[in-house]
């Protein structure tokens, strides 16, 4: 079986981040801003509630009691940018996407991979973000070193995730074990319920360079190439159209440069690709 595998670089190191005070979490007394849907007038909202995930390191996680993450800052850049407030809701993963369809939400970043079916319900902007997929196990583990290794393997991810899916639809006779939280999945796997992880490559290897060290290693190729993007709530084409050239303009004057920086240490490597998406041009 092949198994598409990632053709360029993701970062290795998260050791030095930095902290950020840039959460903005506005409210509003405006009963539109709570709902999906542009105004009645067809334009932009004063405030629009983004939805972001509990515990993504380094793209969202509490911080001496804020919410800060890569993520965090592109949003609140992206909102300075086009002019409006960010009501910020903190939920589980999976209750994202059915939170934009309710019109609970109107935007989420949660590092959220776009793909066909995601987009059959939501919008997404362009990407902002390349990842993959990664294979984590025991640092004592020889036996699993490549996709192939997992099968008959009780392997853990999470709930909702692309990785999730693509070990269903590629290792069928991998026991998939699903965790709503990632320190779940991450103590599966160290405590000897699951046999290996599989998840976001710069999640896994931020986790094994900080709080995974000593424990647990990353094997194999780079799998499933993704592709960030923020998604919002049907109906909202002006708000997308806004958000991109906001976006377009943070690539450009180095902004979005800068904020990767700050969380990843290094520059980031694919500006070219996305530029070629239609960013930053």
């Known amino acids: ?21 840039g959460l903005v979490g506005c409210s509003s007394d405006d009963p539109t801003s709570e709902t999906s849907g542009e105004s009645a007038e067809g334009g932009l909202k004063d405030t629009y509630t983004v939805a972001t995930d509990s515990s993504f390191v380094p793209f969202e996680f509490d911080e001496d009691g804020e919410h800060v993450g890569f993520d965090i800052d592109i949003v609140n850049g992206i909102a300075e940018e086009v002019g409006f407030d960010v009501n910020l809701k903190i939920t589980n993963f999976d209750g994202i996407i059915p939170g934009l369809q309710t019109g609970a939400f109107d935007i989420a970043i949660a590092g959220i991979t776009i793909t066909d079916e995601r987009k059959e319900t939501v919008d997404f902007t362009s990407p902002y973000y390349k990842s993959g997929t990664r294979i984590g196990v025991p640092v004592d583990n020889t036996d699993i070193n490549s996709m192939e290794d997992l099968e008959g393997k009780t392997v853990a991810s999470r709930l909702g995730s692309a990785p999730l899916e693509y070990l269903q639809e590629n290792v069928p006779t991998a026991n998939a074990l699903p965790f709503e939280q990632l320190d779940q999945m991450y103590l599966a796997v160290e405590g000897g319920t699951a046999d290996a992880l599989l998840y976001d490559a710069p999640n896994v290897e931020y986790y094994i360079a900080t709080t995974g060290e000593g424990t647990l290693k990353a094997v194999g190729d780079l799998y499933e190439a993704q592709e960030y993007g923020i998604a919002i709530s049907k109906e909202n084409g002006a708000l997308v159209e806004a958000m991109n050239q906001a976006l377009a303009t943070m690539i450009d004057d180095g902004r979005y440069a800068e904020i990767y920086e700050k969380w990843f240490d290094e520059e980031p490597p694919w500006l070219d690709e996305l530029a070629a998406m239609g960013v930053g041009v």
């Open 1 to 21: 079986m092949q198994f598409k595998k990632r053709a360029y670089t993701v970062v290795a190191a998260f050791a030095a981040i930095a902290l950020s005070a």
